[in-house]
């Protein structure tokens, strides 16, 4: 009984083996005809050259500056007196001010003028750029951004007026 279980055992692997070689050689041959066929084809083909006439403009585009913004009574938590003005570019919004620090510090590090402003709400705000005018924040928002494209949250930077 355990000799007609071995030869059973032995003859399956035997056939299993056997089967998976002769359909690899199968798939080769297929694979190595479809190489063939698709060099021939590609012999008769000449390719043209294309002469790419210079594309000129003469227009000069506008770019729109979102000047949107969210009204807040916010006071100044660090930095300078006098550096918070009615229109400020947000760029991070902390519920501790230890996380605040830490962007507000990266920030300076790059050269902005950065301060940090707590709502009424106690949540801090670090502000990159603060202005008199709704226009000029907008403008120094978009500068931001493009100066961090690869900073997801950077490119979610707003505009915030002290009320």
Not at 133 to 154: G, I, L, M, T, V
């Amino acid at each position: 009984m355990k000799k007609m279980f071995f030869l059973s055992v032995a003859l399956c692997t035997v056939f299993a083996f056997s089967s998976c070689k002769s359909t690899n050689d199968m798939y080769k041959s297929a694979y190595d005809e479809a190489l063939t066929e698709g060099d021939a084809e590609g012999q008769g083909q000449q390719s043209d050259f294309v002469e790419i006439a210079p594309v000129s403009s003469t227009t000069t585009e506008t770019v729109e500056v979102d000047e949107r913004y969210r009204t807040e009574k916010v006071e100044l938590s660090s930095g300078d007196e006098g550096s918070l003005k009615a229109y400020s570019v947000v760029c991070g919004s902390y519920g501790r001010k230890e996380g605040a620090e830490r962007i507000r510090a990266e920030l300076i590090a790059e050269g902005y003028d950065a301060i940090i402003v707590k709502n009424e709400n106690n949540m801090y705000r670090v502000i990159c750029a603060s202005f008199n005018s709704r226009r000029e924040a907008a403008e120094a928002r978009a500068q931001f951004k493009a100066a961090h494209p690869d900073n997801a949250d950077y490119q979610k930077a707003w505009l915030l007026y002290n009320k």
